[in-house]
T-cell receptor
Framework: GAGVSQTPSNKVTEKGKYVELRCDPI?????LYWYRQSLGQGPEFLIY????????DSGLPNDRFFAVRPEGSVSTLKIQRTERGDSAVYLC????????????FGSGTQLSVL | GENVEQHPSTLSVQEGDSAVIKCTYS??????FPWYKQELGKRPQLIID?????GEKKDQRIAVTLNKTAKHFSLHITETQPEDSAVYFC????????????FGSGTRLSIRP
């Protein structure tokens, strides 16, 4: 596609529910990153993938968070037993090759946990 | 780099004046320093970047300077305009090996008319 696509753009859920957030990176981009951004804060690193494997998941806050990228393209961020504190914008970004130059960000998913 | 500190958190300047945002980093192996701009409700976008083999880079009204010895770098915006109002983020990374990219906490820049 023309850019990084994230769906849904908005997600409202109830405390305790399970949610999946999808990221479709730019075709051919090998590295994919997930960030969480709260209002007025910088993007907080969660996890990044090189191809299909999670190269660094040290930013995932706890075991309720999990992400996959089974075919090295689309990635899904999964959050179990959501809590109100999970409410934030979840940003996905990709890079065309195995260097850290020029992250291309998606528009994000605004997650609201009621 | 593993730790990136950014100052100030908010900055208000008169239209036409200059704005400077500073970042410091801890990882001495960092060799690539991008700056991203995020307008309200929009995605972050790269506006300028610099590699460690140069001390300064300029693109029209924006410039970035790097002091490797002191491990700090700065974003300079001259002749500020209303459309410069946004949140700006820095990062310090190792260019040649894909790794997690840690951003600074951001600076909210407001341009007063």
């Amino acid at each position: 596609g023309a850019g990084v696509s994230q769906t849904p753009s908005n997600k409202v859920t109830e405390k305790g529910k399970y949610v999946e957030l999808r990221c479709d990176p730019i075709s051919g981009h090998t590295a994919l990153y997930w960030y969480r951004q709260s209002l007025g804060q910088g993007p907080e690193f969660l996890i990044y993938f090189q191809g299909t494997g999670a190269a660094d998941d040290s930013g995932l806050p706890n075991d309720r968070f999990f992400a996959v990228r089974p075919e090295g393209s689309v990635s899904t961020l999964k959050i179990q037993r959501t809590e109100r504190g999970d409410s934030a914008v979840y940003l996905c970004a990709s890079i065309p090759q195995a260097t850290n130059e020029k992250l291309f960000f998606g528009s994000g998913t605004q997650l609201s946990v009621l | 780099g593993e730790n990136v500190e950014q100052h100030p958190s908010t900055l208000s300047v008169q239209e036409g004046d200059s704005a400077v945002i500073k970042c410091t980093y801890s990882d001495s192996a960092s060799n690539y320093f991008p700056w991203y701009k995020q307008e309200l409700g929009k995605r972050p976008q790269l506006i300028i970047d610099i590699r460690s083999n140069v001390g300064e880079k300029k693109d029209q009204r924006i410039a970035v300077t790097l002091n490797k010895t002191a491990k700090h770098f700065s974003l300079h915006i001259t002749e500020t305009q209303p459309e410069d109002s946004a949140v700006y983020f820095c990062a310090a990374v190792r260019y040649s090996s894909a790794s997690k990219i840690i951003f600074g906490s951001g600076t909210r820049l407001s341009i007063r008319p």
